[in-house]
Protein backbone atom coordinates (compact mmCIF):
# COMPACT_ATOMS: atom_id res chain seq x y z
CA UNK A 1 0.00 0.00 0.00
CA UNK A 2 1.36 3.70 -0.79
CA UNK A 3 1.85 5.50 2.53
CA UNK A 4 0.34 8.78 2.99
CA UNK A 5 1.93 12.20 2.90
CA UNK A 6 1.26 12.48 6.47
CA UNK A 7 -0.59 12.58 9.31
CA UNK A 8 -1.31 14.64 11.84
CA UNK A 9 -2.17 13.69 15.26
CA UNK A 10 -4.07 15.98 17.73
CA UNK A 11 -4.18 14.99 21.17
CA UNK A 12 -3.11 16.91 24.51
CA UNK A 13 -2.32 13.13 25.90
CA UNK A 14 1.18 12.81 25.34
CA UNK A 15 1.19 8.91 25.99
CA UNK A 16 -1.84 8.64 23.32
CA UNK A 17 0.70 10.46 21.24
CA UNK A 18 3.47 8.09 22.21
CA UNK A 19 1.17 5.42 21.16
CA UNK A 20 -0.76 6.88 18.32
CA UNK A 21 3.09 7.67 17.02
CA UNK A 22 4.71 4.25 17.42
CA UNK A 23 1.36 2.28 15.86
CA UNK A 24 1.23 4.54 13.02
CA UNK A 25 5.52 4.08 12.61
CA UNK A 26 5.05 0.02 13.13
CA UNK A 27 2.47 -0.31 10.19
CA UNK A 28 4.25 2.30 7.88
CA UNK A 29 1.33 4.21 6.87
CA UNK A 30 3.02 8.03 6.39
CA UNK A 31 5.97 9.48 5.55
CA UNK A 32 5.35 11.37 8.34
CA UNK A 33 3.96 11.57 11.45
CA UNK A 34 3.65 15.41 13.01
CA UNK A 35 1.80 15.90 16.34
CA UNK A 36 0.11 18.92 17.66
CA UNK A 37 -0.96 19.00 21.58
CA UNK A 38 -4.00 21.13 20.85
CA UNK A 39 -6.13 22.47 17.74
CA UNK A 40 -4.54 25.93 17.95
CA UNK A 41 -1.42 24.44 16.77
CA UNK A 42 -2.64 21.68 14.59
CA UNK A 43 -4.03 25.32 12.70
CA UNK A 44 -0.18 26.35 12.71
CA UNK A 45 0.99 22.96 11.34
CA UNK A 46 -1.64 23.37 8.18
CA UNK A 47 -0.85 27.12 7.58
CA UNK A 48 3.05 25.66 7.57
CA UNK A 49 1.89 22.89 5.09
CA UNK A 50 0.16 25.58 2.85
CA UNK A 51 3.34 27.71 2.71
CA UNK A 52 5.70 27.59 -0.20
CA UNK A 53 4.97 26.71 -3.46
CA UNK A 54 4.52 23.35 -2.90
CA UNK A 55 1.68 22.70 -0.46
CA UNK A 56 2.17 19.61 1.57
CA UNK A 57 -0.95 19.20 3.67
CA UNK A 58 -1.65 16.45 6.48
CA UNK A 59 -3.27 13.37 4.31
CA UNK A 60 -4.95 12.66 7.70
CA UNK A 61 -5.98 14.28 10.90
CA UNK A 62 -6.34 12.37 14.12
CA UNK A 63 -8.27 14.92 16.01
CA UNK A 64 -8.98 14.51 19.75
CA UNK A 65 -12.10 16.29 21.39
CA UNK A 66 -11.20 17.37 25.02
CA UNK A 67 -8.19 19.52 24.73
CA UNK A 68 -7.06 23.15 26.37
CA UNK A 69 -6.57 25.66 24.64
CA UNK A 70 -8.59 24.78 21.30
CA UNK A 71 -10.74 21.71 22.02
CA UNK A 72 -11.49 19.44 18.76
CA UNK A 73 -15.19 21.36 17.88
CA UNK A 74 -13.29 24.70 17.72
CA UNK A 75 -10.57 23.02 15.57
CA UNK A 76 -13.26 21.60 13.02
CA UNK A 77 -14.79 25.27 13.73
CA UNK A 78 -11.46 26.85 12.21
CA UNK A 79 -10.71 24.24 9.60
CA UNK A 80 -13.97 24.51 7.83
CA UNK A 81 -12.66 28.57 7.31
CA UNK A 82 -9.63 27.08 5.10
CA UNK A 83 -8.93 27.40 1.28
CA UNK A 84 -11.06 24.75 -0.23
CA UNK A 85 -7.90 22.84 -1.60
CA UNK A 86 -6.92 22.55 1.70
CA UNK A 87 -9.76 21.09 3.47
CA UNK A 88 -9.97 18.91 0.55
CA UNK A 89 -6.49 17.17 0.58
CA UNK A 90 -7.05 16.22 4.62
CA UNK A 91 -9.60 13.79 6.34
CA UNK A 92 -10.10 14.20 9.65
CA UNK A 93 -11.12 11.53 11.73
CA UNK A 94 -12.38 12.57 15.67
CA UNK A 95 -10.68 10.36 18.02
CA UNK A 96 -12.04 10.22 21.06
CA UNK A 97 -13.25 8.69 24.54
CA UNK A 98 -15.55 11.48 24.43
CA UNK A 99 -19.64 9.77 24.98
CA UNK A 100 -21.05 13.95 25.52
CA UNK A 101 -24.01 13.61 23.58
CA UNK A 102 -23.59 17.54 23.08
CA UNK A 103 -20.45 16.96 21.73
CA UNK A 104 -21.46 14.35 19.31
CA UNK A 105 -24.28 16.02 18.00
CA UNK A 106 -22.25 19.35 17.29
CA UNK A 107 -19.49 16.69 15.31
CA UNK A 108 -22.61 16.17 12.98
CA UNK A 109 -22.63 19.61 11.71
CA UNK A 110 -19.06 20.04 11.54
CA UNK A 111 -16.19 18.71 8.36
CA UNK A 112 -14.96 15.34 10.44
CA UNK A 113 -15.36 12.47 8.08
CA UNK A 114 -15.55 9.63 10.65
CA UNK A 115 -15.52 9.16 14.61
CA UNK A 116 -13.13 6.39 16.19
CA UNK A 117 -13.29 5.64 20.09
CA UNK A 118 -9.73 5.31 21.67
CA UNK A 119 -7.33 3.45 21.94
CA UNK A 120 -6.63 3.53 18.09
CA UNK A 121 -5.61 0.16 17.54
CA UNK A 122 -4.38 -1.74 13.98
CA UNK A 123 -7.73 -2.99 13.48
CA UNK A 124 -9.07 0.67 13.73
CA UNK A 125 -6.89 1.89 11.70
CA UNK A 126 -7.13 -0.33 9.13
CA UNK A 127 -11.11 0.35 8.71
CA UNK A 128 -10.33 4.16 8.60
CA UNK A 129 -7.29 3.57 5.56
CA UNK A 130 -10.10 1.41 4.11
CA UNK A 131 -13.17 4.23 4.47
CA UNK A 132 -11.36 7.06 3.35
CA UNK A 133 -8.50 6.34 1.26
CA UNK A 134 -9.41 2.96 0.11
CA UNK A 135 -6.42 1.44 0.95
CA UNK A 136 -5.70 -1.70 2.36
CA UNK A 137 -2.52 -2.35 4.54
CA UNK A 138 -1.16 -5.51 3.62
CA UNK A 139 -1.26 -8.39 6.40
Do not use: W
Not at 44 to 63: C, F, K, W
Amino acid sequence: MPKLTSVLLVDDDPTNNFLNQRLLKRLDVAERILVAENGQEALAVLRQAGAGLQPSYPSLILLDIQMPVMNGIEFLQAFQLLPPAQRHATTVVVLTTSMDARDLSRLEALPAAGRVNKPLTQEKLDTVLQLHFQRQRPC
